[in-house]
């Protein structure tokens, strides 16, 4: 089988669960600040600030939990402050000034996410967080991943973080459970990978609060 071409990485994008039970798109609601100013794409991870509302994640390379992750950012709604309606929108692009914003999120801290391994952990560098790399199962699966947050696109609604499979066994928020299947090439070696945030991490699997 020729391998698909990856031009660069693509978010998180949920593919099932542990043990294998499909993931059927549920999601849960959650609220963005009024006039919160950074965008958030789809297949970003989210975190709690402390009075509830999300944000886009500042989890990164973190050996210990950072509080409040909560998920995977899915697409949200609001009340346009210009045009006097609901929008059902792909990516939220801050700075909106609502009071009814509602991202939708996969919380479950058991679902598995399809992600590109990137060249680096440089966020936004075109040879490094942006670049696919690729990765034989010896040195990714069973590791850990640092996640890699690049910026998303504007026009699409799309997120480009990724992960960077350093080879290393040490604590990191994102753990390696598998290549995606059929997309290795030639040599064993592949730039999909399947990952899930590591136990502690995820807010639903964390004892401390925000």
């Given at each position: 089988?020729?391998?698909?071409?990856v031009?660069?990485?693509?978010?998180?994008?949920?593919?099932?669960?542990?043990?294998?039970t499909?993931?059927?798109?549920?999601?849960?609601?959650?609220?963005i600040?009024?006039?919160?100013?950074?965008?958030?794409?789809?297949g970003?991870?989210?975190?709690?600030?402390n009075?509830g509302?999300?944000?886009?994640?500042?989890l990164?390379?973190?050996?210990?939990?950072v509080?409040?992750?909560?998920g995977?950012?899915?697409g949200?709604?609001?009340t346009d402050?210009?045009?006097?309606?609901?929008?059902?929108?792909q990516?939220?692009?801050?700075?909106?000034?609502?009071?009814?914003i509602?991202?939708?999120?996969?919380?479950?801290?058991?679902a598995l996410f399809?992600?590109?391994?990137?060249?680096?952990?440089?966020?936004?560098?075109?040879?490094?967080?942006?670049?696919?790399a690729?990765?034989?199962?010896?040195n990714?699966?069973?590791?850990?991943?640092?996640l890699?947050?690049?910026?998303?696109?504007?026009?699409?609604?799309?997120?480009?973080?990724?992960?960077?499979i350093?080879?290393?066994?040490?604590?990191?928020?994102m753990?390696?459970?598998?290549?995606?299947?059929?997309?290795?090439?030639?040599?064993?070696e592949?730039v999909?990978f399947?990952?899930?945030?590591t136990?502690?991490?995820?807010?639903?699997t964390?004892?401390?609060?925000?």
């Amino acid at each position: 089988m020729a391998f698909p071409t990856v031009s660069g990485p693509y978010g998180l994008r949920p593919l099932n669960l542990v043990g294998g039970t499909p993931f059927a798109g549920a999601t849960r609601h959650m609220p963005i600040a009024s006039g919160y100013a950074t965008a958030i794409y789809n297949g970003d991870v989210v975190q709690y600030k402390n009075d509830g509302t999300l944000i886009i994640t500042t989890l990164q390379n973190n050996v210990a939990p950072v509080a409040g992750v909560v998920g995977v950012f899915l697409g949200c709604t609001y009340t346009d402050p210009n045009l006097g309606y609901t929008l059902y929108s792909q990516s939220y692009p801050g700075n909106v000034a609502a009071t009814d914003i509602r991202a939708y999120v996969c919380d479950d801290p058991n679902a598995l996410f399809k992600v590109v391994n990137c060249a680096t952990a440089a966020a936004n560098g075109a040879a490094g967080g942006l670049l696919p790399a690729f990765k034989a199962r010896t040195n990714s699966i069973s590791k850990n991943a640092e996640l890699v947050l690049n910026t998303g696109v504007t026009a699409s609604g799309n997120s480009r973080m990724g992960v960077f499979i350093n080879n290393v066994a040490t604590a990191l928020p994102m753990t390696v459970v598998d290549m995606v299947e059929g997309t290795d090439n030639a040599a064993g070696e592949s730039v999909e990978f399947i990952v899930k945030f590591t136990a502690g991490y995820h807010r639903y699997t964390h004892t401390v609060g925000v």
